[in-house]
């Protein structure tokens, strides 16, 4: 008898060891540091901001201009030039590269406030017929070239290409123009080409054209390999 009551007390005492050992295994395996919550991410979005200044249109005319004072030639064409004019200037002020192409319109002669067009001089052996240029023909006598620069201060540059630039963050684009009067010295005498050069600088306010640009995004943030 008192066998199986120290056996029962070995295996009472047994039973709390084991119910103490479980007890800090339990604690120890739900005792840890633990915590939920909200939280959030912001990526800023990189900013385009790719614009033309220095231009107050789309506009570009030329004014101050007139024709050639060389004596008549019937080998050489007399022209005359307003050389390089700075005309606008493209800015990137955005956070990615921009790849800028830049094309001119059609040029266009504009009358002066009550002139009209003629139907046109023509030439004859000894002079010439008609009473007023048309707009055709005024036109011809004109043309304008447009360049680019790194600088507002024109230092040789480039005829506007095709494929247009890479502009880089914070670059920018400086475009001249050039006009040059060619006067129509295609008749066999003088009178003809004077009297168109005289009738335009009479009647013609002045010539321009449009000049449109475009810009595509030409880099990503971050960059990719």
Known sequence: MTNKKNIASKLVLALF???????CLLGSTFARYASGGNGSATISVA???????????STFTAVDLSPSMDAFGTTTPRTHATGKVHVATITNSGEVKALVK?????????LADQKSWGTGFTATEEGYNGTGASKDQVEDLF??????DDAATFDGG????AAGYDLAVGGTIYIFAEVTWTSDDKST???YADVLDTWVGMNVASVGCTLTYSAVQNSEIPETV
């Open 158 to 161: 480039q005829a506007l290409s």
């Open 189 to 191: 005498n003088a009178t």
């Open 47 to 57: 900013e385009w901001d790719v614009g033309i200044t220095n231009s107050s249109s």
């Open 143 to 148: 043309s304008i070239a447009f360049y680019t």
């Open 17 to 23: 060891i084991l119910t103490l050992i479980s007890c």
């Open 102 to 110: 830049v094309t001119a319109g059609e040029l266009v002669a504009t």
